[in-house]
């Protein structure tokens, strides 16, 4: 009786504390990631780790603006506030013990920081406002090194998902774009995903703050996060991947429920056009509504539309390493050393060589659609509506002089060849619109690539430069902004190897300009000097010049004069 007992207690505890070894994420990354590969969404948004040509993230747009990625991680957060008209700081909450491929990495004094943008910007007479609700998403390791990005594609219709490695104090940080098929194992039909309430990952979770507190010995922000967080920054966090999660769903309504037929897309416009004017008074009963589905009904894809689950089962670490539950997992389970694991996205067998989570807490276990839509649904409609903005909203109320009827008609003066299947777009939406009701199209800062570089993927060697090359001062202090810069013009020092990244510099005669320090200091030009007044480059060279008066000379020499022969 005492043996069964004992073996019961066991058999009990393994149930409790998991014994289940779950996927492995090097098989799973060699997997096939998108659905319905066949269908007209997928040939038309690819699944190619790059974005398609002519489109990128909304976060290259913003990092090509700066000119920079700001360092540390704080400038980084405080890049998306100056974005916000509201200088509202975005959502940011602490993970000591989270599932991402860092996890190993992260603890209770240097948990991960997951940072959301949460604002609309209102349209001004030249262009639309920024709108990345939903839309921008990051998450820094700092004892990584890396974030991870993740970031809409307006023109492309997906999420990027990027990676800025080497982010450190006195490194060249890079940003790339990341192997797609290791970020959706856990970003299942490529969408945000976030715990579900009440959130105990996180530092809304009072023993989770308790313990990042302990940790860290005190209770000062770190990465001006605070150690603690209300309960409303993990759920409004939550909500914001809800919001970005239907996104994907909304491409494929848009494409796949109406097939060929521009007859419907232009109806579902219209119906959400109408609810975004009066929701509270939206038929959907109308004639209209029922028009809808009876075109949806007739290439409704075989087994409905699915939108992916972007919410992961709560999971307690503070709790799990409680009682004889604990006891038990950490007898059973090899322990991880501190800084075991992953050391970036693509260490993916160290990543496996970590213990193993519970199945159902995993977000490598395969999670059944949040919902699977059907021809009767109307939620392309409300998933359309929900891209608009609220300026958006105001804008074309009054281009169509506050006259419902009015603006509904001009969807039918927008030509055809716009309600062709194609990715759907809220920028080429609103200023289709507006030219339809007389107005002047306006401009948008994320859409344009004419003037970013390639995209770099990940795994791309860096150059590798000889003891004595002349391209060592520069490496030091200025390929961290002009090697693999998103912006094409400030991407100078960019090159395969040596020889191609001096041929660069030495094409760019205004280096020797940014690096006449004695001539232009304290004079109207002194802006114009690099690496700029606030970097951590500029701060390391100033010190370096106390060693080396002559370093300056020296870099410059590097690029011809206009009268050198």
């Known amino acids: 009786m005492r043996a069964l007992v004992a073996a019961a207690l066991v058999a009990g505890l393994l149930a409790a504390c998991g014994g289940d070894n779950g996927a492995a994420i090097t098989q799973l990354a060699k997997q096939p990631g998108t659905p319905a590969a066949d269908s007209l969404s997928a040939k038309l948004i690819p699944s190619d780790d790059l974005p398609p040509a002519g489109t990128r993230s909304l976060f290259d747009h913003l990092i090509a603006a700066n000119g920079q990625i700001p360092y540390p991680f704080p400038k980084l957060v405080e890049l998306i506030r100056n974005n916000d008209p509201a200088a509202a700081a975005p959502l940011t909450v602490l993970v ?165 037929s521009a007859d419907c897309r232009r109806t579902m416009l219209k119906l959400a056009l109408s609810w975004l004017q009066n929701p509270a008074g939206f038929d959907a009963q109308s004639t209209a509504a029922q028009h809808l589905r009876e075109l949806q009904q007739a290439r409704w894809p075989e087994g409905g539309i699915p939108v992916a689950e972007s919410d992961l089962a709560n999971r307690d670490p503070v709790e799990e390493g409680r009682g004889i539950r604990g006891w038990w997992h950490r007898l059973t389970t090899k322990q991880p050393k501190p800084g075991d694991g992953a050391k970036t996205n693509e260490d993916l067998e160290a990543f496996d060589r970590l213990p193993k989570l519970k199945a159902a807490f995993d977000p490598l276990s395969s999670r059944p659609p949040k919902r699977l839509l059907a021809a009767a649904d109307l939620d392309g409609v409300y998933g359309l509506a929900a891209l608009f903005s609220d300026a958006d909203r105001q804008l074309l109320e009054t281009a169509a002089g506050f006259d419902a009827t009015k603006l509904l008609a001009a969807v039918d003066r927008i030509d055809g060849g716009f309600f062709e299947p194609a990715v759907y777009s809220r920028v080429k939406t609103m200023n289709a619109l507006l030219a339809a009701l007389g107005s002047a199209p306006l401009n948008y800062c994320c859409l344009d690539t004419a003037e970013l570089s390639p995209p770099v993927p990940s795994g791309e060697p860096p150059v590798v430069l000889a003891a004595n090359s002349p391209l060592k001062h520069y490496e030091t202090y200025c390929f961290a902004c002009h090697r693999g810069n998103p912006s094409k013009k400030l991407n100078f020092m960019s090159g395969v190897d040596e020889a191609a990244v001096l041929a660069n510099v030495k094409a760019k005669d205004t280096i020797r300009e940014a690096l006449d320090w004695p001539r232009y200091r304290g004079t109207d030009r002194a802006n114009k000097l690099m690496p700029p007044a606030d970097s951590v480059q500029h701060a390391r060279l100033q010190a370096a010049l106390a060693q080396n008066p002559e370093l300056l000379d020296q870099m410059r020499a590097v690029v011809p004069g206009l009268f050198d022969f």
């Open 96 to 260: 000591p013990h989270g599932r991402s491929l860092l996890k190993g990495l992260a603890d209770d004094q240097h948990p991960r920081v997951l940072a959301a943008a949460d604002f609309e910007a209102p349209a001004t007479s030249a262009s639309l406002g920024l709108a990345p609700r939903g839309q921008l998403f990051l998450g820094f390791v700092e004892n990584a090194a890396e974030i991870e990005v993740l970031s809409y594609n307006e023109a492309a219709g997906r999420y990027e998902f990027q990676l800025v490695q080497n982010y450190c104090a006195g490194c060249i940080p890079k940003l790339v774009y990341a192997k797609r098929a290791i970020c959706t194992t856990c970003h299942q039909g490529a969408v945000p995903i976030f715990p579900q309430r009440p959130w105990n990952e996180t530092n809304g979770a009072p023993a989770t703050a308790a313990a990042i507190r302990t940790a860290r010995g005190n209770d000062q922000p770190y990465l001006d996060v605070p150690l603690a967080n209300p309960l409303g920054v993990p759920e409004r966090f939550d909500q914001l991947t809800d919001v970005g999660g239907f996104i994907p769903a909304t491409q494929r309504l848009w494409i796949d429920a109406c097939g060929p």
